[in-house]
């Protein structure tokens, strides 16, 4: 989105008695936020937290071309994946609602990842996932760039790469590999849907009874969390509609 900002000029005009003119110009202003974060709440790290907020308010107020739409920030918080950064979250709602130019943010996000930052994959990653205001949905680009964060080592939603590769969405499916990335999601995110993605994994196993123990477990940790899909899936699942063993909750 972009702000207009209507300045007094002085002009003068070629008239017969030298007299200087007023013209209004309009500067057409785009709607820059920044996104800061540190990982842990030490004195060196939210030391740093401060001196980036400041730089990109320095950054932004000076550009001529840029208005101001807000310093967004997420203090402390290591191993959380984007979806539970509320500060990030309140950005995004904020480019979704038109307060910041969201196709300018995706440019910028490119090119930090194009420099190796592991960060600017994640979020292009996700932005292209769930498909934004601005940012089509393109699970290609999902794929690239949350495998990519993957290969660095710094990825924290993993589920999301986990079902683009059960799902062979934007890759080759690999089912092998989205239950492992389910597993760590959840283990490390807590992430329910992940759970409940792990029970129906294990229920279409049906190998054993202790698959399908297993994927009770997964179903109701994810229950817990508040997952509705695996709400539904384990009401089935107790009927015993689906699979040949009888196992005790």
Known sequence: MRE???????????NSRGRNNNYAVQIDRIRVA?????????????????????YYEEKIRKNKEWAMAGIFA???ITGTKIDKREGFQEMIRKCLN??????QAVSWYEKGASQGNPECMEILGCLYFQGEEGVDRDYAKAFEWLNRCEEAGSLQSASKLAYLY?????????????????ERAAQTECDGYALYELGFIYE?????????KRAA???????????ESASRRFSHFKKGLFGRWKITY
């Open 166 to 182: 059960m799902k062979g969405e934007g890759c080759t499916a690999d089912e092998n590999k989205a239950k492992e990335l389910f």
């Open 34 to 54: 920044a996104y800061c974060r540190v990982s842990t709440d030490g004195d060196e790290q939210l030391g740093s937290f401060e001196s980036q907020k400041l």
């Open 98 to 103: 038109g307060e910041i130019d969201m196709k």
């Open 217 to 227: 477990q997964c179903y109701q940790k994810a229950i817990e969390m508040g997952n």
């Open 204 to 212: 279409r196993k049906n190998e054993s009874p202790e698959d399908l």
């Open 4 to 14: 207009v900002q209507v300045l007094q000029a002085t002009k003068t005009a070629p």
């Open 74 to 76: 997420d203090e402390a």
